[in-house]
């Protein structure tokens, strides 16, 4: 995620926002952003925020995700959001959103489910 | 869903409730609702919740869903929302969220993504 | 499933099959099997195929499922496979395929993936 | 796809395969493969597939993806391969499977299911 340029843009308990610029190296020809950013700008919003909520030495495992791609992500920068509906003891599920926003303007591109699972640092 | 005892208990453009109780009949011997139920629950209610925003005359098909299995449902009642999140002109983009009622308190026992499509009376 | 006359037609490890017969009490008005019957049998073909790979005394609960539903299912019956495609300590990765046939015809009406998890009995 | 050195190792109608090489510029301090890239891989090997079964002038467009993660990807190089499930007019759903090779042996570490559509190039 840092060669894409992203930022935590917010941390708390079981809730972490990542902002990721849209330029014209992520982006196809027609000027959107690579699905592949966005699936991967989510999975990280999901895997930060499962983290917040796992022991200090755990490091966080995606276990499986599924996407819906709502609309391209084109505009200023996206917005990946991450959430934690259910922190297990084995299992986390998160839910994330993306938007693509572009001055005070903001579109919703992609919802995400994905379950993570804690991996003892080695 | 009718065999089920389900019951429409909100309805608005895009967001669509459904009620089932919970009783023996649904549940397994260990008093929770089957999976299958909860699933079948959670698959109506994003599927009128397309509907209220398809022409009139259209059948919602289910194309593709994913559901997590938050926490066993057990209680008086399972409630059943779906919202959308995206209505095109081909697919329609729904979220589910479906929660075990006892009185006053509240489970949340699944989350669903659906992509759903219209289709014309024949 | 035995309130859909459902049936086991094949067991063995890492692989289940089942079999529901189509007909009208679990059909719609066009003659297509309900959808959630096509799901909640993958479900449990995919849930079977899990036990085998499980201690003895385990039961099996369904984490999270994906389905993708590619055709209408009508005929005679419904065949139902799972197949596991990674069997952990904790999670067990199944998939599914569902076939509609009729005679010696068969059409491919829907794949699953789903994650199962063993559940002690007791 | 290219800057991850990816290559088309394999084109048929319905059937596309994609090698990556693993590398340290894509693995993690651990030695295996980012998740993004095993993702980005298969959604690859999917809409090529779905691509091979379109007009010619499509261009292929993500409509929602599954994948399951089954065991880390380290070795040589990753294989993804896409395949296609069913070709409609509207959607096309395709199945893909990545392995991590190393020498002779073969390691299958993710499974997807993927709902691709064609958009007319502009």
Redesign the interface.
Known sequence: MATLGAELAHVAAGRVAITVPIGPHLSQQ?GFLH??VV??AL?SACGYAALTLMPADAEV???????????PANGDRLLAEGDV??AGR??T?C?GDAYAEQGSERV?VA?M?A?M?PRRA?
């Open positions: 027609d699905a592949g699936v991967a999975d495992l995606t276990v499986e995700l599924k996407v819906n791609l709502l609309a509906l259910r084995t299992l599920v839910r919703h919802t489910l379950t699972m080695g």
